[in-house]
């Protein structure tokens, strides 16, 4: 069966930092574009970033510049780096294969106080 679980969220002040990581099983995972995700209360889930199994990076517009994905193959995982955390980057954050996803985690809570 294919499964994803994150995990690294919790509580923290604008401007600090967090590592959100995302461990994926049940797929070949190195040959499969991986992407992070998130939900705010009341929105829908948004794309965040996708990191393509090549090592081609792309980002939402809104984390440009302060998000950094990446990939450990040998581990079957994924990363997210957050700097510069804005209170609107509060939400639930998922990972996922781009293609054919699995069922959705329970995600990892990221919440940033002003």
């Known amino acids: 069966q294919v499964h994803v679980v994150e995990s690294g969220g919790g509580l923290v002040q604008a401007g600090g930092s967090l590592r959100l990581s995302c461990v994926a099983s049940?797929?070949?995972?190195?040959?499969?574009?991986m992407a992070w995700y998130r939900q705010a209360p009341g929105k829908q889930r948004e794309l965040v970033a996708v990191v393509a199994s090549g090592g081609d990076i792309n980002y939402a517009d809104s984390v440009k510049g302060r998000f950094t994905v990446s990939r450990d193959n040998a581990k079957n995982t994924v990363y997210l780096q957050m700097n510069s955390l804005k209170p609107e980057d509060s939400a639930i954050y998922y990972c996922n294969y781009i293609l054919f996803p699995a069922d959705w985690g329970q995600g990892t809570q990221v919440t940033v106080s002003s």
């Open positions: 049940g797929r070949n995972f190195s040959i499969n574009t």
